[in-house]
C-alpha cells in the first residue's frame, strides 16, 4: 500500500486537492468583495473593494487551476504568481514564498474588510432612513472609538466586535430620540432641546430605551417620550451599535450627532409606556 501510495504520488495529488479547495474558497471571498464593492460604490469605498475582490479572485483561480493540475499530474506545479515572480528575477524559493504570503495574507485582509463592509452596506441598499446621498467619510473599530470616548472623560457608547461609521446624511434624514417630559415640551415651543444621540429603531418603551439605548439614570433620568426629528441640512454623525454598560443589552442601531445638530422635530412627541 505505502509502496503503491509513493509510486502514483498520492500525498503530491492530496495537497493538490487541498489547494484547489482553498483557491475556490479564496475565489468565493474575491467574489462577495466584488458584490459588495459593487453595492457600495455609491459612498465612496466600492471601487477599491470590488477592484481587491478582483485580485483576490484571481488569486483564487490561479491556486484552484494550480492544484488541480497538481492532482492530475502528481507532480508539483508552479502557480502563475510563481511563475511571474521567477520571470522577474526571484529565485524558485522566493518566488514560492511570495506566492505563499499573498494566499494568506490576502484573503484575511479580504475578511477584515467584509467586516468592514457590514458597517457600509446599509447604504448601497437604501436600507432604514438612509438615502443614497449619504456621504461615508471613515470607517472605525468601535474598540477605538471606546477608547477615545474614554479618553475624553466618557463612558464607552458603542459594541466591541463591531464597526462605527462616520458619515455625512442629508436633509430629511428621520431619526427616533427618546427625551424627557421637559425636553418635550421644550420642542413644542421651538427650542432646540434635541440630544446628543438617535436611533433608527422603533422605539416601542422606556424599557427598551434603558436596556437597548442603554440610557443610564446618570445621561437621562427621564426618558418618557420618543420624538422623531429630522435634519434640516447635511448632518455629521456617528452610526454604529449601542454597546452594553451596567445590566443593560444594547446591541441596536443608534447615531451620534457631531458638531452643530442641524435637527427639527417631526410631529408631537409620544408618550412611552414604562413596557
Known sequence: MAQWASDVHLGTRALGLLQAVGGVGEAALGGTLVAGGAATSEVGVGIPIAAGGYGLALLGADQTSTGFRRMWTGEYQPSMVETVARAAGASPQQAALIDATLNIAAPIKGA??????????????????VGNSTTLLEVNSAESMNEAMIAAGNKPAWLRGTSVSTEIVPQGTQYQMVVSEGQAKALL???PAFGGFATTETVTSQAFARDKLVILDEFKSDVSYVATVETTSNQTLNRGLTGPLGNYTGQVEQVEFLGQRNLQLVGQPKLLPKW
Do not use: F, K, L, S
Open 189 to 191: 415651543r421651538g427650542e
Open 112 to 129: 477584515a474588510v467584509i467586516q468592514e463592509m457590514r458597517a457600509i452596506a446599509p447604504y448601497a441598499a437604501g436600507a432604514g432612513i
